[in-house]
């Protein structure tokens, strides 16, 4: 947070109205999503810990949909339209006119601006407060300034002006020191000069950088702050890029987690979205992604080639090669190899999901087990249960789903199929093969019993020719011979 004592009133304009052709996609650009949240969002979370007097986003393309992400993290944001006029600059217009009387500092970011940290913004505006200047920006050097407005310096050092990709001539595009659209200026002075900006560009656009030049050409000074990281400051402009930050942000968030006491063994292959939390000593193995607020408790090993979401794993807790999403795992249970635990998956502590077992919408008591090969589907199961190899649960009649409730210290045979709705008591067993159609009462076992019938010669006469037949055919030949030996020697 910032100190706010006896500092100016703070107002965040946040510019989210383009739609970012360049990524190619129906979806507005600044709602891609990183690292478990979309462009916008980590922008917003940001400006947050500088704790501004106003936030106002500026929407455009896909209206609707944009103002309904924004109103979901921030709920006091103001939601400023952009008309028909464009360019960065109308946009900020908009935002102050949004604002009435605002007279304090105005930190402008860009929606597709993810990375910068609010230390860095913290310091820009610090900087801004203790000078003289009308306006500070933040600005990078980079290797590769394609695409980017170049900072243009006078012979004190200070901002010239700043000129974009398309207008500039071939000696200013040379300039490696770039704009990031990261901005503060001091309200009134930003009114006056929005008022003056034209749209006399290739683009035909109203920018928010023309407003350096003008505030030189009236003798106030303005100031830029390189980032302490270049690649921090980057936009998002297209798919490339999206990924690039996605790979910044998760090692930036790896990083932070092992700082924070957990073993993570392969960064490169672990994936962790910042709304995720570690609790210590949790061991993350290779190919493992924890995503959306999933959250690990102490002492808990997961992986590898795991992914979870919206999930809670307690204390100690196993998880292998599993897939779970919106799943309670216990303290001290156990999950997989290759598990699959579907929304409303609830497993007690000290139970377990076995190898092959598909779960959803099913309780699954304290030290119960599903050991493999099973489908437990809108299923409650009490405590201390083991259920038999290829357990199914078949929870849909055609028409609706049925519940199934298995009672305590129940333990079933191999390859059962609870036919839903049905009760198994408490303390009861079943044989395996067992279809049980009917609630078992407590203590019973329950058996599905036919008499096992053989059809003799079967093989040799419906499948002739025919390496069953042939071995069948030897096999009983043998097995008369000896009987015939028997019968000589009784």
Known sequence: ?????????????VLAAGQGTRMKSSLPKVLHRIGGRPLVGHVIETAATLAPDTLAVVVRHERDLVAAAIAEQAPGAVIVDQDEVPGTGRAVELALAALDDFAGDVLVLSGDVPLLEGDTLAALLSAHRGGASAATLLSAVVEDPTGYGRVLRDVDGGVARIVEQKDATADEASVTEIN?????????????QLARVGTANVQGEKYLTDVVALLRDAGRPVAASSAPDAAAALGVNDRVQLSEAARLLNARTVRRWQLEGATILDPATTWIDVTATLGPDVTVLPNTHILRSTAIAAGATVGPDTSLVDCEVGE?????????????IGAGANVGPFAYLRPGTYLGDRGKIGTFVET????????????????IGDTTIGTGVNLGAGAITANYDDLAKHRTEIGDEVHTGSHNVFVAPVRIGDGAKTGAGAVIRKDVPAGALALSVAPQRNVEGWV????????AAE?????????????GAQEEDG
């Open 1 to 13: 947070m910032t100190d706010k004592t006896d500092a100016p009133s703070l107002a965040v304009i």
């Open 316 to 328: 100690n807790a196993v998880v292998t090669r599993a897939d779970a999403t919106l799943a309670v």
């Open 180 to 192: 990031v659209g990261v901005y503060v200026f001091r309200a009134a002075e930003l009114r006056t």
């Open 360 to 375: 959803k919408n099913s309780t699954i008591g304290e030290r119960s087990k599903v050991p493999h090969l099973s489908y």
């Open 471 to 483: 071995v069948a055919a030897r096999a009983r030949s043998a097995q008369k011979a000896d009987d």
């Open 460 to 467: 040799e006469k419906n499948r002739p020719g025919t390496g």
